[in-house]
């Protein structure tokens, strides 16, 4: 049971999706570049900047030491651990 007048019809749709393909096509958006400032973490603090760890003298007692010397060894230590300090600092601080 085919349509008698099917062959009749198909050609006058084809000229209308045709249009409708096209003006779609036209109506495409042209793309736009976009800038986005996303926030990427860096450190603050580079290797370079860091000071070298003293030698302490109350690292290098053995565990047989005297009071004396562990006395006289984190005496001879507390102004360099405040210098070795106060660098740390300076550097952390170039970070706020």
């Known amino acids: 049971m085919k349509p008698q007048n ?3 019809i198909i050609p006058k749709f084809i000229p ?8 779609g096509c036209a109506s495409m958006p042209v793309p736009i570049t976009q800038r986005v ?4 973490p860096v450190p603050c603090v580079k290797a370079a900047d860091v000071p070298k760890r003293p030698d302490y003298a109350a690292e290098k007692l053995t565990p047989t030491a005297s009071d004396g010397e ?3 060894a984190l005496a001879s230590d507390w102004p ?4 070795y300090e106060a660098q740390l600092e300076a550097v ?3 970070c706020r």
């Open 16 to 23: 209308v999706i045709t249009g409708f393909l096209l003006a």
């Open 6 to 8: 099917a062959p009749q």
């Open 92 to 94: 952390i601080a170039g």
């Open 37 to 40: 400032d996303v926030p990427v």
């Open 70 to 72: 562990k006395v006289l």
């Open 80 to 83: 360099r651990g405040r210098k």
